[in-house]
């Protein structure tokens, strides 16, 4: 089927076969590899992408589904001269160690952080059980969504 | 100097490799594609134990894009040979183990749920999977084997094989074990099962096979921990292609736990298929085959007594354990019952007779091995649970009992009576910072405080202790292990004055691009930008044995240290001649040659570019500054350490909250504390995992009940509290770097710290892990 989709800020015209999942337009049509697959049950979250800017498991969106939205992608959100502020405190708490996960957890650390005022730690733990980290026991992913989280508190002036 | 105080060793540098992995640049193996490439689907048993009668691809050949359809039968017709065990143990009869052929795919018979027998390749991912969902197995069910507790009385699985009894090992002196339990004023009994894991690492094994006709290279990218090896193997034993026709590629790798050091079928299937159809061949696995057919870990069933004398000091300890190997002996699964498990039964103590028999048994499950701590885990686990119900039986403070046993640092060197000699230690340095961190005064007061809500509180200790950095090669070979245990560096100072540096360990998130530039760049007073670390390529890197027991620092670090020595010596002779000065009077610091006691120096930068430009250069030096070393240890290291885990178990609901958890550990020298602190986090987190959640369960049938993330318990954030970490230190005595390991602390000390609060919590000797809601409700009730 013939689809538009904006990705990362471009429009896309894509031609692909209906059942396609958003996760393997995204990883094999467009070649965005940052987003990953890490199970087959929608469980752990390394599909994490933004859909019109909330997080969805994109494991789970049939890409019919996202024609016409915005899909964000870990490769669209900075760079690694001006990165995003959860990715470079993930950098600075040692939030990641094999970085398997790591796209999915920034992706719905910052639809957490940006959609829930005054998160404490429980809060951010609870926020964000639908992602897997097998590495860091994550203390220190909490370390870093505390510390970026008043940057991106809804009004505090980033994206 | 201010470059080496924010850089060298024991400054919390920031990773170099985030900046790909937090950016979405990282590579992994499913990342990787080639021109041509069509895709596997493996067919496998849904049987735990069967004969394969026929099998019918004809449908399956029929179908749009389908390329081949491949059988265990014909792969054994082009010759290649089975999946070796690469530890062979002895038995207590001085016999060898007995091991079963372990095909790669399955031809006669398949022997657990999950196993290989064939592949299909089509054009894409879903022509291959429904193509495979078309081909005809006729098989005849046999009886499986699951319990490994009832294995040697079973139907035997494997021809040969009788009682389906690998082996029956045994260490330490038995009479003198038993004649000391008979003597003693005290002897506490305890069985204990250990808990089947699944490692599940996030990114799920994958491979991508490909075959250059015209040169006769393969090339394997694939989720390895240790591709030299994996290319030994597949060249000398399964013999897919020749070592030098073979490269060998584990690019990023999403975590490895252990389960990514062996040598699995279907890297073996893809680069055979590869030449078979003349096309790359890629296989990436769902993550219900990673549960199936990554190799598992922990299964074993043991019971332990523990004799004392009078004052409380252990006299004896002995322990029979059944291990369950699972269907085949894995690349070490051999290895991980015996010398990593019954090595480290002396724990912190002084005990002094100890005596250990293991049966390893095949059962019709997914091959056990190596899974983060191997064989210490299961080790620490029996101490410290015996210890902490013999404190119970006796009346006594936990902590005294341990303290009262523990080898003092006035004993080092300490020879065990388990084969070990510790070589240094302050065991009660890291018990008591742990015991002030946790504030143990006030447990009691806490308890009270709990219990006002409803909620048992518990404490729990484990001072363990294990063995890293397994060596030294002479002895591993002796004692069975097929390959060396050294690691090789290679340093090439490029003419610009900016370093490459080559390792044979490699980082599946343990962070070695910067741990390892912080090693080299301070020896060469050089920033850390100035230095690469490549790893991960057998084209590009010389040999290696890869990383997996907490050995890379110990190991490899200290192969580019013996490297990095013969580079400031050669640079020492070049800057001698430039210098015009003997040898002996230059001195190497802090980046610059200088002639002693002058003011005539040379920067490393400006001898590495004459080592490379020789104009004003010694006639008897070969021009170039490269260096590469082999770095065999002279011993184990043997970080140890305090762990104390407190839990709330509700009375009416029998969840346990993990409320707190300190870890103290003697790592040795520490080159990063934010990377060792996040090594113990995650170690922990699984630890807890093993204590709370995580159990791989058979059914009576070899049907696999926790084969999703549906049913298998991982941690989650929210099922973790915060961890509090610290370290003490006694360098390790024996390696240039002074350092231990600490890749699988925390997965040792943190079971038996957890199930040691819940039965005191609980008031019971013994929940069997994990102590989940309701086996903790069933023990509240006394059921």
Not at chain 2, 433 to 454: N, P, S, T, V
Not at chain 2, 753 to 769: F, H, I, K, P
Request: net charge negative; charged share 20%; proline share 5%.
């Amino acid at each position: 089927m013939k689809l538009k989709l904006t990705v990362n800020g471009t429009l896309r015209e894509l031609d692909v076969p209906a059942n396609s999942l958003l996760v393997d337009v995204i990883r094999e049509h467009l070649q965005l590899t940052g987003t990953h697959v890490g199970c087959d049950t929608s469980q752990c979250g390394a599909c994490t992408v933004h859909l019109d800017g909330r997080a969805v498991k994109s494991c789970t969106v049939l890409v019919a589904q996202a024609a016409g939205a915005e899909v964000t992608t870990i490769e669209g959100i900075g760079s690694t001269d001006a990165l995003h502020p959860m990715q470079a405190a993930f950098r600075e708490h040692h939030a990641l160690q094999c970085g398997f996960c790591t796209p999915g957890m920034i992706m719905a650390a910052i639809d957490l952080v940006q959609n829930h005022a005054d998160l404490d730690r429980r809060a951010v733990r609870e926020g964000l059980e639908g992602n897997f980290c097998r590495c860091t026991g994550y203390h220190n992913i909490v370390d870093a969504v505390m510390a970026a989280a008043p940057q991106l508190a809804k009004g505090a002036g980033h994206g | 100097m201010a470059e080496a105080v924010s850089t060298g060793i024991g400054a919390p540098v920031r990773r170099k490799e985030d900046l790909r992995f937090i950016t979405g640049a990282g590579r992994y193996t499913d990342d990787i594609n080639q021109p041509g490439q069509v895709y596997a689907v493996f067919l496998r048993s849904p049987y735990a134990r069967a004969r394969i009668d026929a099998i019918d691809a004809t449908d399956a050949l029929a179908m749009p894009g389908v390329l081949a359809v491949l059988t265990g039968k014909d792969m054994a017709g082009d010759g290649l040979g089975d999946l070796p065990c690469g530890w062979l143990v002895k038995q207590k009869d001085g016999s060898d183990m007995v091991s079963a052929p372990h095909p790669p795919l399955a031809h006669d018979v398949v022997n657990y749920v999950g196993e290989p027998y064939g592949l299909v390749i089509a054009e894409t991912l879903q022509a291959a999977g429904q193509a495979a969902e078309s081909v005809q197995t006729e098989f005849t069910e046999l009886h499986a084997v699951v319990d490994p507790a009832r294995a040697m009385e079973s139907e035997d699985i494997h021809a040969g094989v009788v009682g389906n009894l690998a082996y029956d090992w045994a260490l330490g002196e038995q009479e003198a074990t038993e004649q000391a339990l008979a003597a003693a004023a005290h002897v506490t009994r305890l069985d204990l099962t250990n808990n089947r894991l699944i490692p599940n690492a996030m990114e799920p094994r994958a491979a991508l096979g490909v075959y250059e006709q015209a040169s006769g290279e393969h090339v394997l990218y694939t989720t390895s921990q240790n591709p030299h090896l994996e290319r030994l193997v597949l060249a000398a034993f399964v013999q897919v292609a020749p070592e030098h026709k073979l490269r060998v590629v584990a690019p990023d790798v999403g975590g490895g736990f252990g389960s990514k050091i062996f040598v699995y079928a279907e890297e073996t299937a893809v680069i055979w298929a590869a030449r078979k159809v003349g096309r790359p061949v890629k296989w990436t696995a769902e993550r219900a085959e990673s549960f199936l057919a990554d190799a598992h870990g922990r299964d074993h069933v043991t019971r332990a007594e523990l004799g004392l004398d009078a004052d409380g000091r252990f006299v004896a300890l002995k322990v029979a354990t059944t291990a369950n190997l699972g269907a085949y002996l894995s690349t070490f699964g051999s290895s991980i019952p015996t010398y990593l498990y019954g090595t480290l039964l002396a724990g912190q103590y002084k005990t002094p007779n100890i005596f250990v028999e293991v049966h390893g048994v095949y059962t019709n499950t997914a091959p056990v091995d190596a899974y983060r701590g191997a064989g210490r885990p299961e080790a620490t686990y029996v101490v410290e649970r015996i210890v902490e119900t013999a404190a119970r039986e006796l009346g006594r403070d936990p902590v005294e009992l341990r303290r009262i046993n523990m080898i003092q640092p006035r004993d080092f060197p300490y020879e065990t009576p388990v084969a070990l000699t510790y070589d240094t230690g302050d065991y009660e340095a890291s018990l008591n910072k742990a015991l002030e961190m946790i504030d143990y005064q006030g447990f009691a007061e806490r308890k009270a405080a709990a219990a006002k809500q409803g909620k048992r509180r518990g404490i729990g200790f484990a001072c363990y202790i294990e063995a890293c950095g397994l060596a030294p090669s002479k002895l591993a070979i002796q004692l069975g292990a097929g390959v060396g245990l050294y690691e090789s560096g290679e340093i090439r100072v490029n003419p610009t004055g900016n370093v490459t540096v080559f390792t044979g360990s490699h980082s599946h998130g343990q962070g070695h691009e910067t741990t390892f530039a912080q090693v080299v760049a301070e020896r060469f007073g050089i920033g850390i930008d100035d230095v690469e670390v490549v790893h991960g390529d057998t084209g590009r890197v010389e040999f290696g044995l890869g990383t997996y027991g907490s050995r890379s620092l110990a190991v490899g670090g200290s192969a580019l240290v013996k490297a990095a020595e013969k580079i400031v010596d050669k640079g020492r002779r070049i800057a001698a001649h430039m210098l015009e000065a003997d040898p002996g009077e230059i001195d190497f610091d802090a980046g610059q040659f200088k002639v002693r006691d002058s003011n005539r120096t040379l920067s490393f930068g400006e001898v590495a570019f004459a080592a490379y430009v020789p104009s004003n250069y010694p006639e008897d030096l070969e021009p170039g500054l490269s260096e590469k070393a082999f770095y065999d240890p002279t011993n184990f290291t043997y970080p140890a350490g305090t762990h104390i885990a407190e839990v709330e178990v509700d009375e009416q609901t029998g969840v346990v909250s993990l409320v707190d958890f300190v870890a103290v550990d003697d790592f040795g020298t520490v080159v990063n504390p934010l990377i060792v602190h996040g090594q113990v986090h995650g170690g922990v987190a699984q630890g807890v995992g093993q204590a709370l959640m995580e159990h791989g369960i058979y059914d009576e049938f070899g049907q696999l009940q926790t084969g999703s993330y549906m049913d298998y318990w991982m941690p989650r954030a929210d099922d973790l509290p915060d961890f509090r970490v610290d370290t003490t230190v006694t360098p390790c005595t024996h390696n240039p770097l002074g350092v231990k390991g600490c890749g699988e602390a925390g997965a040792i000390g943190s079971p038996a710290a957890v199930m040691n609060a819940v039965t005191d919590a609980l008031g019971v000797n013994e929940v069997s892990m994990p102590a989940t809601p309701e086996k903790v409700w069933r023990a509240l009730k006394g059921q």
